[in-house]
């Protein structure tokens, strides 16, 4: 079954996931893509992320963490579902980003409990209207009951952020913000 499975009863199905993703022009990364997508990201961010090994990986066991657009890429979104583990990690300040503790991941049929943005950047003014596009879709179409983390590493990402109603955080990692669940998980009040 392909699927990763919250532990409040909510369902993402990664085959769904995929499909939106594909409607909103992006694709699963191959290795040579997600080096490509994380050069993007590097020049627009002018610091170093995760290296491509690592963010490799992070997909691997979540089946879901790299995307990428455009042919030559121009654009990256990284997603990374989180356990339990993970999103008491991120909001106490544990969480390490570039290489995560794979128990802070939320593995393919795992519970899942919240998301981190790991990065989100375009090349060109089209390139970053896909990702915008993509971050506030599957957002509120796929993942509105669980909540949302991402840092702000620019001005620009700061400010898309507060466009798309994420708010800073304090106790977590630096600039981290936060967009709680939109939506009750199934089996939850409202």
Request: aromatic letters at 6%; proline letters at 6%; one cysteine or more.
């Amino acid at each position: 079954m392909n699927t990763i499975v919250n532990c409040k009863t909510s369902v993402v199905d990664l085959d769904g996931v995929a499909a939106k993703a594909a409607e909103l022009g992006f694709r699963r990364a191959s290795f040579s893509e997600l080096k490509q997508g994380v050069a993007v990201a590097e020049e627009l961010m002018a610091t170093k992320i995760a290296t491509p090994d690592a963010i490799a990986e992070m997909d691997r066991i979540t089946g879901m963490t790299a995307w990428v657009t455009g042919d030559p890429v121009d654009g990256v979104f990284l997603s990374l579902p989180l356990s339990a583990l993970g999103e008491s990690a991120v909001r106490n300040g544990t969480y390490v980003p570039g290489s995560p503790d794979p128990r802070h991941l939320c593995a393919v049929g795992a519970p899942c409990s919240a998301f981190y943005i790991g990065v989100y950047a375009g090349r060109t003014r089209e390139a970053r209207k896909r990702v915008m596009t993509a971050a506030a879709v599957m957002r509120v179409d796929l993942f509105s009951a669980f909540p949302c983390f991402a840092r702000g590493a620019t001005e620009d990402g700061r400010r898309s952020m507060e466009g798309l109603g994420f708010r800073p955080v304090a106790g977590g990692l630096p600039d981290l913000y936060v967009q709680e669940a939109l939506v009750p998980r199934a089996g939850e009040a409202a």
